[in-house]
């Protein structure tokens, strides 16, 4: 059909029209009568006809009364918001749905006045100059229609859901921004593409704006309640383009104070390490994100510890993230999506944690054609197969990944190295389909982590997960999400350094949760979010049994812990005025820790040692030990200044009744989760943000500024003197207290430039304060010390340089204040014997951190059409060869205690990898 | 422990990331190193009363440097002062001679230190509280897991009762001195020194000895939360099977002090402190504090802890533990001396022989056999050695 009206087009345009037809004048007196009814009435009262396709009218239901009135303007009348233009053809007209027909070409030279110049005007109406016009090329309106005219009873709030769709692999896509111009307000679409609009009936020029794609602008004519799709191109990078002015704001004003969101096609050009890019170690370049050094597990946010984080895979808590104790991310690269990252405002519906919410979603697999892409480097291999199950409906989605460094270490002539084994890999696979309403997935995953010292020392950990999500929209403005989702995580380890004392230790944990979610759009102004979860959790922290019969260690159970975490919450998003959006949530938390369990009671008042141990209690099966329920109330409030700025507020409440023990002087990976129990309250927190952001439209810049003050209570310590490896309960070694920490971002990114990036910068202190009445009460003395992880100043930047689109250098410069840290300072007598004198707690800091990488990457040619695309990518991990000291730690050598500095990389180190895809440049 | 373990995972991951372990002096600023530590106490049960002032040293290199010709001073809340002399022999030992009339309970004491430099330091004072009698001393077997080793060991542990009644006391600590009888296996009965000689009869003088040691364990005691002032079976310090101790012979002193709550608290960071050296990384470092001054210098921390104590002490005594079978063979290994005295240099003189009293064996009998003095302990029978 469409090339046949092209071809129309081609030839009408041709011709000069000589007839100008709509001065013929009718009468009309239709009721809910047909288009055909129409054209035939005005056929038989000025024989003037009128060209049109019966599926392009036949929704039209006609009302018209008039006496008198020229055809031209009662099509108007008719046509009005159907999206269907009207246009002068050979002495009749031609109604074309979201199409005109020109005349002349008036409006065309001034699209393209250089083309029209030179004299080409006969040749302008080729076919693709046609297509142009209808709409297909970015940067040319196209008409949506939502509703049907005259449909529209009741209210006059249309109710709309949309969905946006990556149209060559049918995959809905995730945080595009939709920016309706005239009620200025954007809104992002969820995981499965949907979005819910509720507006007057009208006409709207709507923006949608999604990296890596074409920018399209939109016409939304809107009559009723109705339900459409968007279909969105990729892209190749688009580079020296002119940004049009006010386009960028939808980014700008969906963000919520302190939230961050990263697409894993943002950092396809950043350096990697061995070969492998990490998103969650790219969310630390982001202002008040902190990962302190090499080979640690943990990312700071905010001034908090590491386990304050919550990590999911699409919805799959991951209790550890990384494999090889830091350097390589627990899930494959090249199945993530995006990763999202809430620390100031965190709504409602996310708790549990007190620093932030990090949410990794993967792709749901192409739903046109089968496709397969990898990844070598010396240390891994990787790869996934994804396609359709059945065609545009449903998807898979399969990724493995394994590590092959033991041939490198067999390979090392050093018997005990050459006995040692480093090995990790992972598997997560998808399932996704969308029925009529309802949009279903299904995914699992599984990462593994060995790793042996020579038959001295083993230690191996798993994550096992998966989720269940049922999506449901019941109508254009319910939608529910019902979610079970469990994981499990367990390490066990193995020591025969000593074979009297060999042992061996496992321990796991489960977590298994069922929530629901609603999304409400009541109204034009409000969105209601609301829901309920809970969570169980099971905690085995094992037992601590001899090795090998020669073994003489005594057996030791730590316990196990049990806790059921419910919530209830609501969120309502208030558009106020099209500058002034506040959020306001409500958060009911209640946490139980339950039976069967076994606690001491001490002397009431007396420091919690076993020493004053008085009576024990005992709780049966799935008795509750003790009740914690509080409310969280969070809120943000968004003022835009002008076009391009704005304010915003956050005030958030949390709790978390999951914390893990560490310390800072031993960096052990098996460091424990421990729940909230019948001693240890669950910690809560305050935090209150500020903002400003701003964009630059017409220099590619973005800015912002941010600072936040940060409260929490019931922060869980060890105590001065407290033995880590000791058989006492838990509370005997920890103490709670408060955590002070508060702080400025700045954050200043360059886009869609031949050199771009961003360079963020944070400033942030932490406070831990542990005082009571007695001194056993008291860390460090009662007064407040730096937090094991307060780092003051740290500066990232990251830049790209694009010598051509498939040649581009990245670098990530990294400047952090060292951590604080222990140290002994003297050594005293006393009655003959030696005692350390340490400093105050975290008194002192290792020296500060300075890292630079690069990276230069190759990529294949960018035909569209091809089989497979190559690109190489060279890397120099720490450039500067700087010895970065990751900790600082103290021997005892013939009677005589000797201090070391050990840094994980203190040379440059250079990799090459090659990537590969089915496709082409821009295929997932 | 776990930290070495650590670092030798990340070491073999540095095989494919090259990492690396390289000596580092933390910058720690002279002032935190070089700081004054006052150790003293006055007590109701002593006559002398000494306070030992030391400089702490790096941990680099850690060792005892006494500070000597300080002006020391202990005074009583009452105007009394008591002046302290140096010792002659022990530099940085200061002790004076406080009469009992001093020493009531509920006197509070406090020592002002000059020191060469002119440094002023200062202590709290510290207040006697009462102290109860020492309460039953008894053990029980028990086994432990050796440090050395990593083998289980025999061995009895001592226990004490406290029932401190209706005193205010609520804090307490114990000084346990052991003190136990060995023997070598031979007299001095036959030695060469170029010739031989016959004692007669045989030198029994070298065969039995006592050895007296003070136990290094801090023991602490705190009752302010408990409904009575009574504790039952405070464990004390274990005896191994492994040792020669509990031969022959072994007497046990429990000192007990009560303290002010200040001292309990530093003794109790003492205690917690006191795993030695080795386990650097198996505990949260603790930062202690004591109740002294630098009156110069307020910034300047000075260690230790000058304080004020009741005492009252028991001694027991355990010829045998039934039940308890002795794992302890002793480091005697007579050598057979085969090539004759030509085996034997003039360094080796006197060397000792086995024999009878008819004759001697070509056997020597090295200082292990024949010496107890050379175990360390003294051949002089302790007065309160029951037999």
Not at chain 1, 750 to 757: A, C, I, Q, T, Y
Not at chain 2, 189 to 200: A, L, R
Request: net charge neutral; glycine share 8%.
């Amino acid at each position: 059909m469409k090339a046949r009206l092209i071809i129309i087009l081609t030839i009408v345009l041709l011709i000069h029209p000589e007839i100008v037809a709509q001065d013929g004048i009718i009468d009309c007196h239709l009721i809910n009568s047909s288009f055909r009814a129409f054209s035939e009435t005005v056929f038989d009262q000025t024989g003037i006809r009128i060209y049109y396709r019966d599926e392009w009218v036949s929704k039209l239901e006609i009302s018209l009364e008039a006496d008198s009135i020229t055809v031209r303007e009662a099509l108007d009348r008719i046509l009005k918001g159907t999206g269907i233009e009207v246009s002068d053809w050979n002495g009749g007209l031609v109604v074309l749905p979201g199409a005109r027909l020109f005349s002349g070409l008036p409006a065309y030279a001034q699209v393209a006045p250089a083309e029209m110049k030179q004299g080409r005007k006969e040749e302008v109406m080729t076919v693709s100059e046609a297509r142009y016009i209808t709409g297909r090329s970015p940067g040319v309106t196209q008409s949506i229609v939502i509703g049907r005219p005259g449909e529209n009873r009741g209210s006059n709030i249309v109710k709309a859901l949309g969905r946006v769709i990556d149209a060559e692999t049918g995959e809905p896509l995730h945080f595009v921004a939709v920016y309706i111009t005239e009620a200025k307000t954007g809104v992002a679409t969820d995981v499965n593409g949907f979005f819910n609009l509720a507006l007057m009936s009208g006409t709207y020029n709507v923006q949608i704006e999604f990296l890596g794609y074409e920018r399209k602008r939109y016409l939304f004519e809107v009559f009723s309640d109705d339900s459409f799709v968007l279909r969105i191109r990729k892209t190749a990078v688009e580079l020296k383009e002119i940004v049009v002015s006010g386009e960028r704001h939808a980014s700008i004003r969906a963000k919520e104070p302190g939230f961050d969101q990263v697409s894993m096609k943002s950092v396809r050009t950043l350096p990697m390490m061995m070969g492998e890019r990490d998103i969650l170690k790219i969310s630390a370049t982001l202002p008040g994100i902190v990962t302190v050094g090499e080979g640690t597990a943990g990312i700071n946010v905010r001034g908090s510890s590491s386990d304050q984080n919550g990590f999911y895979l699409n919805r799959i808590p991951v209790y550890n993230t990384f494999h090889l104790f830091g350097f390589f991310p627990a899930f494959n690269s090249d199945i993530i999506r995006d990763l999202s990252v809430y620390k100031g405002y965190i709504p409602a519906q996310y708790g549990g944690r007190l620093a932030s919410v990090f949410n990794v979603t993967s792709r749901q697999g192409n739903r046109k054609r089968f496709t397969i892409h990898g990844g070598i480097s010396p240390i891994t291999a990787n790869m996934v197969l994804e396609g359709p199950v059945k065609k545009d409906t449903s998807s898979f989605l399969f990724s493995a990944r394994s590590s092959y460094s033991d041939w490198i270490l067999s390979r090392i002539k050093d018997p005990s190295i050459s006995a040692s084994s480093a090995r990790f890999n992972d598997f997560s696979g998808g399932l996704n389909r969308d029925f009529r309403k309802s949009q279903l997935s299904l995914f699992i995953y599984r990462s593994y982590d060995y790793f042996s010292l020579s038959d001295i020392n083993s230690y191996e950990y798993y994550n096992n997960g998966a989720s269940f999500i049922i999506g449901h929209n019941y109508t254009n403005t319910l939608r529910g999400e019902f979610t079970v989702a469990g994981s499990q995580y367990g390490f066990s380890t193995t020591d025969r350094q000593q074979p009297s004392s060999a042992y061996r230790h496992a321990y796991k944990m489960g977590h298994y949760e069922a929530r629901v979610d609603f999304r409400h759009l009541l109204n034009e102004k409000n969105t209601l979010e609301y829901g309920a979860e809970m969570i169980y959790y099971m905690l085995d922290r094992g037992t601590v049994s001899p090795f090998l019969d020669i073994s003489q260690r005594r057996t030791v159970k730590l316990g196990v812990d049990r806790g059921i975490e419910s919530a209830l919450f609501i969120t309502d998003s208030y558009d106020v005025t099209g500058r002034i959006k506040l959020n306001l949530g409500i958060r009911y938390m209640l946490y139980t820790p339950v039976g069967p369990a076994k606690t001491f009671q001490y002397t009431a008042g007396a420091p919690r040692d076993p020493r004053y141990i008085e009576d024990s209690l005992t709780f049966g099966k799935r008795s509750i030990i003790r009740w914690y329920h509080e409310p969280e109330i969070r809120a943000s409030l968004n003022f835009a200044t002008d076009k391009d700025g704005s304010v915003k507020l956050a005030f958030n409440q949390m709790h978390q009744n999951l914390f893990m023990l560490n310390t800072n002087t031993s960096v052990a990976p098996n460091t424990q989760w421990k729940l909230a129990d019948y001693h240890l309250h669950p910690s809560g927190s305050n935090q209150l943000s500020i903002g400003l952001f701003r964009t630059l439209p017409q220099s590619g810049l973005e800015f912002s500024a941010e600072s936040f003050l940060k409260l929490t209570r019931n922060y869980s310590e060890f105590r001065d003197g407290a033995d880590f490896l000791g058989n006492d309960p838990v509370e005997s070694a920890v103490l709670q207290g408060n955590q002070k920490a508060y702080g400025i971002e700045l954050y200043l990114r360059r886009s869609r430039r031949k050199l771009e990036g961003w360079i963020s910068y944070t400033w942030s202190r932490s406070f831990i304060h542990v005082d009571g009445d007695h001194s056993w009460y008291r860390i460090n003395n009662g007064e407040a010390y730096s937090a094991n992880y307060d780092v003051p100043h740290s500066l990232t930047t990251v830049l790209n340089y694009y010598f051509t689109r498939r040649l581009f250098l990245s670098s990530i410069l990294t400047y952090q204040t060292g951590k604080p840290v222990t140290y002994p300072e003297s050594v005293f007598y006393s009655d003959e014997s030696p005692y350390l004198d340490y400093s105050k707690r975290n008194f002192y800091r290792i020296p500060d951190y300075f890292r630079a990488d690069f990276s230069l990457t190759v990529e294949g040619d960018l035909r569209k059409n091809k089989l497979l695309h190559n690109s190489f990518v060279f890397n120099l991990y720490n450039a500067t060869g700087r010895n970065n000291p990751y900790s600082v730690y103290y021997r005892t050598q013939n009677g005589r205690i000797s201090s070391f500095s050990y840094s994980v990389i203190g040379v440059p180190v250079f990799t090459a990898t090659w990537v590969f895809k089915l496709g082409n440049y821009v295929s997932d | 422990m776990y930290q070495i373990r650590i670092i030798k995972f990340l070491l073999v991951i540095g095989l494919l990331i090259p990492s690396c372990i390289t000596p580092f002096q933390p910058d720690i600023p002279p002032e935190a190193v070089n700081k004054y530590v006052v150790f003293g106490q006055v007590n109701d049960n002593s006559e002398y009363h000494t306070v030992t002032i030391s400089m702490a040293s790096p941990v680099s290199d850690p060792q005892y440097s006494p500070v000597s010709g300080c002006s020391v001073r202990i005074s009583d809340d009452n105007g009394n002062q008591f002046t302290l002399q140096e010792s002659l022999t022990e530099p940085g030992v200061y002790s004076a001679h406080i009469g009992s009339q001093y020493l009531a309970v509920g006197k509070s004491f406090k020592v002002d230190i000059i020191t060469q430099d002119g440094t002023a330091i200062e202590s709290d004072y510290d207040r006697i509280p009462p102290c109860p009698e020492v309460g039953e001393v008894y053990y029980e077997l028990d086994e432990i897991i050796s440090e050395f080793t990593g083998q289980p060991e025999k061995g009895i542990r001592f226990y004490t009762d406290l029932d401190a009644g209706n005193l205010e006391s609520r804090f307490f600590k114990w000084n346990v001195t052991e003190t136990w009888e060995y023997r070598v296996d031979y007299p001095r009965e036959w030695y060469y020194d170029g010739t031989v000689h016959h004692i007669y009869p045989p030198d029994y003088s070298r065969k039995v000895c006592w050895s007296t040691e003070k136990i290094k364990e801090i023991y602490t005691l705190s009752t302010s939360d408990l409904n009575a002032n009574i504790y039952s079976k405070f464990p004390l310090n274990f005896v191994s099977s492994r040792t020669s101790r509990l031969i022959y012979g072994y007497s046990l002193l429990i000192e007990q002090s009560a303290l002010s709550e200040e001292a309990y608290s530093f003794w109790d960071q003492m205690r917690i402190n006191s795993t030695g050296l080795g386990g650097l990384y198996e505990r949260q470092p603790l930062s202690i504090t004591g109740n002294l001054h630098n009156k110069t210098d307020p910034d300047k921390e000075v260690l230790g802890f000058f304080g004020a104590s009741s005492v009252r002490s028991k001694r027991i005594f355990i010829s045998s533990v039934p039940d308890l079978p002795i794992e302890y063979v002793g480091y005697c290994t007579p050598v057979l001396l085969e090539h004759g005295f030509a085996e034997l240099s003039p360094s080796d003189y006197p060397a000792w022989l086995m024999g009878d009293k008819e004759r001697y064996y070509m056997t020597l009998l090295s200082n292990d056999c024949v010496d107890c003095l050379y175990y360390g302990g003294i051949n002089i029978k302790p007065d309160f050695w029951p037999y």
